[in-house]
């Protein structure tokens, strides 16, 4: 069965530096999908950034973007000038043959002005 | 059609009453999938749809939920007997179909259920 850890329950960062954030996996297929979804306060879950196992290159959005370690299963999220807006939930989901997501226990992040 | 909708977004039932819950998807998405979030946790799988199928359903969908999608259009999921184990954010999900699409998942603002 696939698992998702995400070992760092929060993080914190001050405002416009750079903060990274750290997720495993376990599974035993080659073709999967790796996503990072941002969650606000009582607020609805939006897709940050997604990467597909066979691409070697790092997906990169604006400020957003991962290091993808295939080979030790290892997603992290480097968020570059964070800002006050980026403060939520951040989860790291697989996407594997299944179908389904499955997602870790969320990393809290707030931002310090 | 501007995202996932869901109805009603909150719902508070007495013990041992059933709730009913809708989910309306992107209109152009035919992957419809069902998600259990509580307290501090990330969201749990529960079951899927493809089109009006459902393909997958998770061990903890007990046989008090069920969950149908008539038409492939909107789906419903409903909790019998709700106990208050139940209380959780439940979250619906769609996806277009395909290799990279259906993994793409577009979430609703869940509806969130209290169970007295």
């Known amino acids: 069965a696939q698992t998702v850890t995400q070992s760092q329950p929060e993080m914190s960062v001050q405002e416009a530096e750079t903060v990274t954030l750290s997720c495993t996996y376990d599974t035993s297929e080659s073709d999967y999908y790796l996503f990072w979804y941002k969650q606000p306060p009582s607020r609805q879950m939006i897709l940050v950034i997604r990467?597909?196992?066979?691409?070697?290159q790092n997906a990169t959005e604006n400020r957003f973007s991962v290091n993808f370690q295939k080979a030790a299963k290892s997603f992290s999220l480097k968020i570059s000038d964070s800002q006050l807006g980026d403060a939520a939930m951040y989860f790291c989901a697989f996407g594997g043959s299944q179908g389904n997501l499955i997602f870790g226990k969320g990393t809290k992040l707030s931002v310090k002005p | 059609d501007t995202g996932v909708s869901q109805d009603p977004r909150h719902k508070i039932t007495k013990r041992g009453q059933n709730v009913t819950f809708r989910c309306d998807p992107i209109s152009e998405h035919n992957r419809l999938y069902w998600y259990r979030q509580t307290l501090g946790q990330g969201p749990e799988f529960l079951t899927y749809?493809?089109?009006?199928?459902?393909?997958?359903k998770s061990r903890l969908l007990s046989d008090r939920f069920s969950a149908e999608r008539p038409k492939g259009s909107f789906s419903t999921l409903e909790i019998q007997r709700t106990e208050q184990g139940d209380s959780a954010m439940y979250l619906c999900?769609?996806?277009?179909?395909?290799?990279?699409?259906?993994?793409?998942?577009?979430f609703g603002p869940g509806t969130r259920l209290t169970v007295t």
């Open positions: 749809f493809q089109n009006e199928a459902q393909l997958e």
């Open positions: 990467q597909e196992a066979y691409k070697q």
């Open positions: 999900a769609s996806s277009l179909d395909g290799v990279t699409g259906a993994y793409e998942q577009y």
